[in-house]
């Protein structure tokens, strides 16, 4: 399971049934999970912690330094949770000080080829990169958000569940959940619908929530009065708290 043309830090902690293949590299205070594949010439280093089933394919580098001049080599923290796919040349580096120490990645996400999650970045579950979207640093992406081609994102930017960025979008504030974003710089272009039908989101929900972006969108309204009308919609549709309080913590400003 293991090449012997691959090198190991005598640090780093295998699972049993962990496949290494020729000419990988893995570095101290690595720890890597249950049926986790190695492609050939990954390189992974530490602190890097790596859980079950995840497959990262050939020239990945994941838990490498952050790309960041203040960063003086201290031992930051990477953790990529379960059933996880890094395709070729996917970059993912650790944490630095100041963001907190900590960059992490949930479970279930595709990161297609030359995606880059940067230092800080909290990754949720079930998301999709598609080929070279990248993340600066701190930036929060939450669970069966979907990043096409190309997608830059500020740092510091949160991208809501359930959206979809269209590809070579420029991201520099927040993008509300569930709406589709395009452009340079991105702008909103109405209810992710499809994606959410994709979902299993209801038609009922569907209404409600393109509702919810007409108030926020297409009414005029300022975002404080829009708030107040989606407080109204509460009762009608349980997605709707996750788009207010996503909304009300948000610190750039979102894109409207």
Known sequence: ??????????????????????????????????????GPHVVVNGPTKIGRNNRIYQFASIGEAP????????????????????????????????????????????????VHIAHDCMVGNNTTFSNNASLAGHVTVDDY?????????????????YCFCAGGSMVVKDVIPFIMVSGNLAQAYGLNVEGLKRRQFTSEEIVVLKRAYKTLYRQGLTLEDAVHKLEAMIPECRHIPMLIDFIKKSTRGIIR
């Open 67 to 114: 790309q960041d001049k203040k960063y003086a080599g201290e031992p930051t923290r990477l953790e990529i949770g379960d059933n996880n796919i890094f395709r070729e040349c996917t970059t993912v580096s650790r944490g630095t000080v100041p963001g907190g120490g900590l960059t992490k990645i949930g479970n279930d996400n595709l990161f297609m080829a030359y």
């Open 1 to 38: 399971m293991i090449s012997d043309k691959a090198i190991i830090d005598k640090s780093a902690k295998i699972a049993a049934n962990v496949e290494i293949s020729p000419y990988a590299i893995i570095g101290p205070n690595v720890e890597i999970g249950e049926g986790t594949w190695i």
């Open 145 to 161: 958000a979907n990043l096409g081609g190309f997608v830059g994102v500020h740092q510091f930017t949160n991208i809501g569940s």
